[in-house]
């Protein structure tokens, strides 16, 4: 591969550092993003993992610095009525003393994107990819929306999990499937909720699950995930208004901790909501000189705070595979067998997460609450979670 072109298609999280990692191996990679312009406010907060951080520390970026971010390596869990039901480490300390950190999206995207140009990569907006085809001579031709066509020896699809790529490799390819939770979030400030540095704060509350964190600042960060058995339409969801979500969710945590009401009624700015979708399995990550990663091969929820960083680990093996295997296809294939089994596992993780935060029958919020504490301590404890956090990509390691 080496001395020939990579077309990255997608300029989130995972396609600018397939980008780095690619020039790293001496492969030119362009990205080409169908955003009109940069999207640094898009989204709210993700958790970039230590597993994703490893990453970012093998190409020697400084997401944590340049894009602000809040290391949370514990999360404490608690029932709605306050009771403490225990605590979670959120991944392993780096040897450089590096934690689990919230990140803005917009901004950890920006960081990204900003360190790939200043390495030489090009990120071309407006570049919404319709389809592909590949040519007599093996190369991939990419075809965007508006009208243009770029040529490369292989073309990474990035593009998240509605991914076009996907759809134009395999039409019969999964489409996302709607988990039956929305999840909604803003930024609040509080002068009487005491800051606590290095925790997040998880409530699973007698309707609905809350979650946030307070910086040094009292500037708050927070979500809620809500159960929704029908999928709402993005036009239903545009249409209703901040000041409607803060009433709806005072309803839904009423009786809930206190402090959840008065962060939901110190919110500034605009509150978000989303669908939470993911797919369990896609039956190709690849074909020809076409591949997927990230959210494109495996699509998440975001209740195990894996998505970002499955994304990132991805784009550091695909771009070993392609450095160090002659062959386009075999060197996709085998991408594909290093990572299929980690990245569905973590899906069917963060989906089995979720389900228990929609739990909102009395009973069954009772027995949770009871039970919680002994689960947490049992399948929660940094030995049961040392395969999700202590991933790592020898980078120097040649690929066999
Ligand atoms: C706007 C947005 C906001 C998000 N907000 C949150 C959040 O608040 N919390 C959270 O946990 N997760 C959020 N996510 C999801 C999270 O960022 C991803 O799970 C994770 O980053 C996986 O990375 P990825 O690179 O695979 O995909 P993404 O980071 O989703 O990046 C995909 C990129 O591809 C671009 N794209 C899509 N279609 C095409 C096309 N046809 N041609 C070219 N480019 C295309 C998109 O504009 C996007 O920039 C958000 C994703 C997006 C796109």
């Given at each position: 591969m080496t001395n020939r072109r990579a077309l990255i298609v997608g300029g989130g999280i995972g396609g600018p550092v397939a980008a780095m990692a690619l020039e790293r191996a001496g492969i030119q990679a362009v990205v080409y993003e169908a955003a009109e312009a940069p999207g640094d406010h898009v989204g709210l907060f993700l958790n970039t993992s230590s597993n994703g951080l490893d990453v970012l520390r093998t190409l020697a970026v400084d997401a944590v610095g340049q894009a602000d971010g809040v290391p949370i390596p514990y999360s404490v869990m608690w029932s709605g009525?306050?009771?403490?039901?225990?605590?979670?480490?959120?991944?392993?300390?780096?040897?450089?003393?590096?934690?689990?950190?919230?990140?803005?999206?917009?901004?950890?995207?920006?960081?990204?994107?900003?360190?790939?140009?200043?390495?030489?990569?090009?990120?071309?907006?407006?570049?919404?990819?319709?389809?592909?085809?590949?040519g007599g001579d093996g190369q991939v031709i990419a075809r965007f929306a508006d009208g243009t066509e770029a040529e490369g020896a292989v073309l990474i699809g990035a593009d998240g999990i509605h991914s076009a790529t996907r759809q134009a490799m395999d039409p019969a390819a999964p489409k996302p499937t709607y988990t039956g939770l929305l999840s909604i979030g803003g930024y609040s400030h509080s002068t009487t909720i005491s800051p606590t540095p290095d925790t997040q704060h998880f409530v699973f509350g007698s309707r609905a699950f809350f979650g946030y964190l307070v910086r040094a600042s009292g500037e708050i960060w927070w979500f809620a995930n809500l159960a929704r058995a029908d999928e709402p339409s993005r036009a239903e969801l545009a249409g209703i208004s901040t000041a409607e979500w803060k009433r709806r969710l005072l309803d839904l945590f009423a009786g809930d901790l206190d402090r959840i009401a008065e962060i939901l009624q110190a919110t500034q700015g605009e509150i978000g909501a989303y669908t939470v979708h993911d797919i369990p399995t896609i039956p190709t990550w690849h074909r020809g000189p076409v591949v997927l990663i990230g959210d494109a091969a495996h699509a998440t929820s975001p209740n195990a705070g894996q998505g970002a960083s499955l994304a990132m680990e991805d784009a550091l093996v695909v771009a070993k595979c392609l450095r160090d295997l002659p062959d386009?296809?075999?060197a996709l294939a085998t991408y594909e067998r290093l990572r299929r089994e980690r990245a569905e596992k973590v899906v069917a993780y963060s989906h089995r997460?979720?389900?228990?935060?929609?739990?909102?029958?009395?009973?069954?919020?009772?027995?949770?609450?009871?039970?919680?504490?002994?689960?947490?301590?049992?399948?929660?404890?940094?030995?049961?979670?040392?395969?999700?956090?202590?991933?790592?990509?020898?980078?120097?390691?040649?690929?066999?």
């Open positions: 009525t306050g009771k403490r039901l225990g605590e979670v480490a959120n991944g392993i300390r780096l040897q450089d003393g590096t934690v689990s950190t919230a990140i803005r999206r917009g901004l950890l995207q920006r960081v990204l994107r900003e360190e790939a140009e200043r390495r030489g990569v090009t990120v071309e907006f407006g570049k919404r990819l319709d389809t592909y085809r590949v386009v296809e075999q997460i979720g389900r228990s935060k929609t739990i909102s029958n009395p009973v069954g919020v009772w027995i949770r609450d009871l039970v919680m504490p002994f689960a947490l301590k049992r399948f929660a404890n940094p030995k049961a979670h040392a395969w999700i956090y202590t991933y790592h990509v020898d980078w120097d390691d040649k690929v066999a």
